[in-house]
C-alpha cells in the first residue's frame, strides 16, 4: 500500500459489488435482485408482515445462492490485510453473505446482519438458520413460529453503530468497495469520515452516489483493484 507509512487505523466498509464476481447479484446492477422486487420492498417488515412466505422465499433463495458461491480474489486480499496488519481494521459489511470470513477475515461486522441467522422475535433469541425459513420451523426456545430472518431492514436500525462510528474516529483511512451509496447511514460514513478528517479512498466499478466525497477514487472490477491497494 503505497504511502501508507503514517496510517495506523483503517475502516473498511464493502457493499454487494466485492461480491458480485463471486456471482452473487448485487441489488441494483441485476435490476432489481429477485422476480423484479426492489430491495425496498421485500426488505422491510411491513413487507414481512403484509407476505411473510414472499420475504421468507426471498432470502431463503438467496442463502441458497450464497452458500454455492466463493469468496474472490477481493475477499482474499482483505483477509490477507486481516490477517498482516498490526494497526487497526474494522471491516464493515452491508453484504449477509460470509464470503470475507470464508476467505479468513475476522475483524467483520455485519452491519445489516446475516443470512446465517434465523431470529425469534417472540423471544428475541438468534439461532443459526437450519432449512428453509419458509416452512417456518418452531423456534428452538419457545417453540413459536416467528422466526424470521437475522437481516436489518429498511427502517430497521443497523446492528453495531457504536462500535463502526468509535472506529471511524479512530481511523486514519476510510476505503469503501463495491457499494452504490444508495442506503444510509453506511452511505454517510465517507462524509463523518470527512468531517473526522479521515483520508476517504473509493474502490468501486464505476462512480457511485458519493463519489464526490472521496479524497481518491479507482475505478474497476473488485478482484482488480482491491488486491493492488492491499498489497
Ligand atoms: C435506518 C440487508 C433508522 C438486507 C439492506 C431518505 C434519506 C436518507 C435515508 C433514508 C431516506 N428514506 C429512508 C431512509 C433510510 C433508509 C435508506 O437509506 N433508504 C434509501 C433507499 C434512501 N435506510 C434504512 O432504513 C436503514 N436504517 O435508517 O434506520 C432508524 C433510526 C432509529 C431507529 C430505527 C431505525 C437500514 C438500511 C438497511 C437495509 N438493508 N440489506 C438484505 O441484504 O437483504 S440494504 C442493501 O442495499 C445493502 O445492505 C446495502 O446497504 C444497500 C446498498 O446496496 P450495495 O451493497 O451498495 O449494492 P448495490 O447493488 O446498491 O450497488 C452495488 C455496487 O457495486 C455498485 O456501485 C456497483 O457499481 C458496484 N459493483 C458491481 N459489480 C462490481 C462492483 N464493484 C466492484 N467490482 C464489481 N465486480
Given amino acids: 500500500m503505497a504511502a501508507m507509512t503514517d496510517i495506523r487505523n483503517i475502516v473498511v466498509l464493502t ?14 446492477d441485476a435490476g432489481g435482485l429477485w422476480e423484479q422486487h426492489r430491495v425496498e420492498d421485500v426488505a422491510t417488515p411491513e413487507a414481512f408482515e403484509r407476505d411473510p412466505e414472499l420475504v421468507l422465499r426471498f432470502y431463503d433463495m438467496r442463502r441458497e445462492a450464497i452458500q454455492q458461491k466463493h469468496p474472490n480474489a477481493a475477499h482474499e486480499a482483505l483477509a490477507r490485510l486481516d490477517r498482516e496488519w498490526e494497526g487497526g ?31 425469534c422475535t417472540a423471544c428475541d ?40 462510528f468509535a472506529a471511524l474516529r479512530e481511523a486514519d483511512l476510510f476505503v469503501s468497495i463495491g457499494t452504490s451509496g444508495a442506503v444510509y447511514p453506511a452511505a454517510g460514513f465517507v462524509r463523518n469520515a470527512n468531517d473526522l478528517g479521515v483520508r476517504t479512498l473509493e474502490l468501486n466499478l ?26
Avoid: K
Fill in 15 to 28: 457493499g454487494a459489488g466485492v461480491s458480485a464476481e463471486s456471482g452473487i447479484d448485487t441489488f441494483r
Fill in 89 to 119: 481494521l474494522m471491516i464493515v459489511t452491508q453484504n449477509v453473505d460470509d464470503l470475507h470470513e470464508r476467505a479468513g477475515a475476522r475483524r467483520v461486522v455485519h452491519m445489516h446482519g446475516t443470512h446465517l441467522n434465523a431470529w
Fill in 125 to 164: 433469541v438468534r439461532s443459526p438458520w437450519t432449512g428453509t425459513l419458509i416452512e417456518r420451523p418452531a423456534c428452538p426456545d419457545c417453540g413459536e413460529r416467528s422466526l424470521r430472518p437475522d437481516v436489518v431492514w429498511f427502517g430497521e436500525m443497523p446492528y453495531r453503530m457504536d462500535e463502526i
Fill in 206 to 231: 464505476e462512480p457511485s452516489q458519493g463519489s464526490a466525497w472521496f479524497d481518491e477514487s479507482r475505478h474497476g472490477p473488485a478482484t482488480q483493484v482491491v488486491p493492488p491497494w492491499v498489497d
